[in-house]
């Protein structure tokens, strides 16, 4: 279990993020939702060891500082929301740096066998000779979601304990592969993998996700099952804005509707 205990970050004089404590485990997709400027990204961030914080973050008990870079690489893969790519890389080349850890020069069979299922899980081997940076933003956005699949294959084959952070892979899909990535997400779960996702569009949360964290101001409103977190008071202070809880009329979780705000 990757462990976030007490989580802050201050940028100047400003917390963006307050005391945070959020778990990982596998076999769990937690969803971390907000309204902007909530703290979710700088959450991430500072799990990640990317953002300077204080508090204490640990993997199986132990400080995640502690573990060797190249062993952290093969448990736990990382997909963020923006990437800013300047070299001419082609989609496999691109998928092929997840390997990275586990080779010295060159990609073997097996690399080259897991860089083409990585990518047809992300529905994007079509792409695999193409240029990364002629891509489209939803394109990219699934090339770099096979290169986080690549780096960890190993274990998820095995399924042994894995982890995926995501910083808002939804942003730049199409409806159908927005439920695509998520239902594909769920069968990792299945798969012994543990999945923090951050997630804009409620109802997608609400649809998917075993354990949601709701911040607010880079605090934590809320956390536990849908049920738990998704109600009409709890929901509406956490966005500013009247929202109405109802039951799915075709699935067995709330759907949220935005009322006029008059």
């Known amino acids: 279990m990757i462990r976030a205990n ?37 959450v991430i961030k500072a799990i ?13 008990n132990k400080p995640i500082q502690d573990y060797n870079l190249n062993e952290l690489a093969k448990i736990r893969a990382v997909v963020s929301q923006k990437v800013s790519m300047e070299f001419n890389f082609s989609v496999r080349e691109m998928v092929g740096i997840g390997r990275s850890p586990y080779f010295n020069v060159l990609l073997t069979k097996r690399d080259e066998d897991i860089i083409k299922n990585s990518l047809e899980k992300a529905d994007a081997l079509h792409l695999i000779d193409q240029s990364y ?16 699949l690549a780096q960890i294959w190993g274990r998820i084959e095995q399924e042994e304990p894995s982890y995926l952070l995501l910083d808002e892979p939804l942003a ?18 299945k798969k ?4 923090l996702i951050v997630i804009h569009d409620l109802n997608l949360a609400a649809q998917y996700s075993d354990c949601i ?3 607010k101001d880079g605090k934590t409103v809320q ?16 966005f500013d804005y009247p929202l109405d809880i109802i039951s799915h009329p075709n699935k067995q979780n709330p759907l949220i509707i935005a009322k006029k705000n008059s």
């Open 133 to 148: 940076i002629t891509l489209s933003g939803g394109e990219q956005q699934r090339v770099q979601f096979a290169r986080a």
């Open 223 to 238: 956390q536990g099952s849908v049920e738990e977190v998704f109600t009409t008071e709890t929901m509406s202070f956490a």
């Open 48 to 60: 990640c060891n990317d953002l300077a914080h204080s508090g204490e973050v640990t993997l199986d």
């Open 172 to 189: 730049s899909l199409d409806v159908a592969h927005q439920h695509e990535m998520l239902s594909f997400l769920q069968e990792l779960c």
């Open 213 to 215: 964290h709701l911040l």
């Open 6 to 42: 007490n989580i802050s970050v201050q940028v100047t004089k400003r917390k963006i993020v307050d005391q945070v404590s959020i778990s990982i485990e596998p076999g769990i997709l937690t969803a971390v939702i907000g309204k902007n400027g909530a703290g979710k990204s700088s």
């Open 192 to 195: 012994n993998t543990g999945v």
